[in-house]
């Protein structure tokens, strides 16, 4: 088995392409640690230094949804899923996770499916932990809060989600992978409606083929630049272009380019939206933009992140009025109010999480 695994490895750094069933059976054997460690990591690398096709991506997306994936159906519909691949060139603060709330608070189920983090100081598992979510709760904790809160956070990291191996290799990996991507699919409440941003402009159209394929009904998938096209990133950017695909109800694609004039913002400069050194100030800065205090370049970014999750579900007319929705969202105060019932229906011990809360909120004055 190792000889013939490693076989497949070599066609692939030949150059060869792998077929939906060849995906999936070489990563079971990855998920059921059936070829050393060694193999497996080759094999991953090998994926994307050839560069991964929709096929390959599908194929190992269905090896760990159907073999490593506490499934779950939330009694509430339509779901929406929204998340970064990570491994981008520029680093940014928890854009995408801080959009979820503010979509929550517009009334959109999410059902989010995020990681601890593997190449930044913080993902969006240490930021809701941060705040007192229950990040490692059971996947009908999380089942319960999406149906009561309207959001909810499956750790991709956990053996409560994904018991068999998924857990274990992006513990021990830290460069970007076709887990990033097929990983992040596997989500147990399987979802419909994505937006996701992505590390390279290249996986936009083979990512959007891949949720067409395993059932998503409307998607957006983009890739951003900085001011000068140098680097890119995994959100929606204000800083330059950003490249988007969008899967539409009727099966088609289409792609486009936006600037942050499109959506009526103003260019930000790179500095204001960088990460922060710690868990501790990624925390209170993500609570003071859902209250409307940090309204700046964060406050800015974060609104053109919550546009295509109201744009997908029908709760604004374009990307540019859902900018201007978040924005009123945001003023309102509603997405802490949502932030503090989200800790309360994802926990085990619910006085816990809003205690933590509750301190984070006072550190920011809030």
């Known amino acids: 088995m190792e000889k013939d695994f490693g076989r497949r490895i070599m066609d692939i750094i030949r150059g060869r392409n792998l077929t939906r069933q060849e995906a999936k059976d070489m990563f079971e054997k990855v998920l059921h640690d059936e070829v050393n460690e060694i193999q497996q990591g080759a094999f991953l690398a090998a994926l994307v230094a050839k560069g991964e096709t929709p096929e390959e991506i599908a194929g190992s997306w269905e090896a760990i949804y159907e073999l490593d994936t506490v499934k779950v159906t939330p009694s509430v519909a339509p779901l929406v899923e929204n998340c970064g691949t990570g491994m981008d060139p520029l680093k940014t603060f928890n854009i995408s996770t801080t959009a979820s709330v503010v979509g929550a608070s517009c009334g959109v189920y999410m059902a989010k499916h995020g990681a601890r983090a593997i190449t930044s100081s913080c993902g969006a598992v240490d930021l809701l932990e941060a705040v007192g979510v229950d990040v490692e709760c059971g996947v009908e904790t999380v089942k319960r809060s999406i149906e009561r809160a309207g959001i909810g956070i499956f750790n991709g990291m956990s053996p409560e989600v994904h018991p068999q191996a998924l857990f274990r290799i992006l513990s021990k990996i830290h460069f970007g992978t076709t887990l990033n991507i097929a990983g992040s699919l596997a989500n147990p409440a399987k979802p419909e409606y994505g937006v996701r941003g992505v590390y ?167």
């Open 200 to 366: 390279s402009r290249d996986l936009i159209e083979p990512v959007l083929r891949v949720m067409r394929e395993i059932g998503y009904r409307r998607a957006i998938v983009f890739h951003g630049l900085n001011h000068d096209g140098s680097r890119g990133m995994d959100e929606i950017s204000t800083l330059g272009e950003t490249f988007i695909g969008e899967l539409h109800e009727d099966g088609e694609l289409t792609y486009y380019t936006i600037t942050p004039e499109d959506l009526g913002l103003e260019r930000a400069d790179e500095d204001t939206i960088r990460p922060f050194a710690s868990r501790e100030e990624a925390a209170l800065n993500f609570v003071r933009i859902l209250s409307g205090v940090e309204d700046g370049a964060r406050g800015d970014i974060v609104a053109a992140n919550t546009a295509p999750i109201l744009y997908i579900m029908g709760k604004a007319c374009d990307l540019r009025d859902g900018v201007l929705k978040a924005k009123e969202v945001i003023n309102s105060g509603k997405p802490v109010d949502k932030l503090r019932e989200w800790v309360s229906e994802q926990n085990r011990n619910p006085e816990v999480g809003i205690s933590r809360l509750e301190q984070v909120l006072r550190a920011a004055n809030l």
